[in-house]
Antibody, heavy 122, light 108 residues
Framework: EVQLVESGGGLVKPGGSLRLSCAASGFTLTGYSLSWVRQAPGKGLEWVSSISSSTRYIFYADSLQGRFTISRDNAKNSLYLQMNSLRAEDTAVYYC???????????????WGQGTLVTVSS | EIVLTQSPGTLSLSPGDRATLSCRASQSVSSNYLAWYQQKPGQAPRLLISGATSRATGIPDRFSGSGSGTDFTLTISRLEPEDFAVYYCQQYGSSPSTFGPGTKVDIK
């Protein structure tokens, strides 16, 4: 069974940093691109970042303005999102998701984690 | 970036009704790379349709997707009680990938 489990969310002050993790199981991580998608409270979905299986291709939403860094460790079956210079507008549930079909880096998302809440507030 | 517009914003229907949800793109979606998701309160989204017309694994055949270019439709042939939720479309044919604002299907 494919599972994605996020962790690392919490309350952080504006300007602070946070590192999210996503533990994957039930599939061979090296065969898939992975992404982060966020959802502000009561709002819609926003794609954040994607990383290819080999890490050769990495994409970010323009709105992040270079503050976030996506990475992965295939040996540890894990995906990460380092978030720096956090702002109130970054407050959201952050989901990790598996990209479908396999040949795409930016694709649809066929499996999602349960999400981790990041709250940026003083 | 491609902007997706979904209509209507809310659809009030009864179990057994047919639901027709629209997603319109500001530019043509390359390779018809258009997906539909269902999201219930407190849950992660669930992939229903990819490539505009292909049902995801385990999705009942009452869900169908159609369309091409800039106009896409999700149809639920007969609403079941568990289908009342918010539905999002997403295009992944052009970078950045973008989502529509969602259509809420609620019980009339």
């Amino acid at each position: 069974e494919v599972q994605l489990v996020e962790s690392g969310g919490g309350l952080v002050k504006p300007g602070g940093s946070l590192r999210l993790s996503c533990a994957a199981s039930g599939f061979t991580l090296t065969g898939y691109s992975l992404s982060w998608v966020r959802q502000a409270p009561g709002k819609g979905l926003e794609w954040v970042s994607s990383i290819s299986s080999s890490t050769r291709y990495i994409f970010y939403a323009d709105s992040l303005q270079g503050r976030f860094t996506i990475s992965r460790d295939n040996a540890k079956n894990s995906l990460y999102l380092q978030m720096n210079s956090l702002r109130a507008e970054d407050t959201a549930v952050y989901y990790c998701a598996r990209v479908f079909p396999q040949q795409l880096v930016q694709g649809a998302f066929d499996y999602w984690g349960q999400g981790t809440l990041v709250t940026v507030s003083s | 970036e491609i902007v997706l517009t979904q209509s209507p914003g809310t659809l009030s229907l009864s179990p057994g009704d047919r639901a027709t949800l629209s997603c319109r793109a500001s530019q043509s979606v390359s390779s018809n790379y258009l997906a539909w998701y269902q999201q219930k309160p407190g849950q992660a989204p669930r992939l229903l349709i990819s490539g505009a017309t292909s049902r995801a694994t385990g999705i009942p055949d009452r869900f169908s997707g159609s369309g091409s270019g800039t106009d896409f439709t999700l149809t639920i042939s007969r609403l079941e009680p568990e289908d009342f939720a918010v539905y999002y479309c997403q295009q992944y044919g052009s970078s950045p990938s973008t989502f529509g604002p969602g259509t809420k299907v609620d019980i009339k």
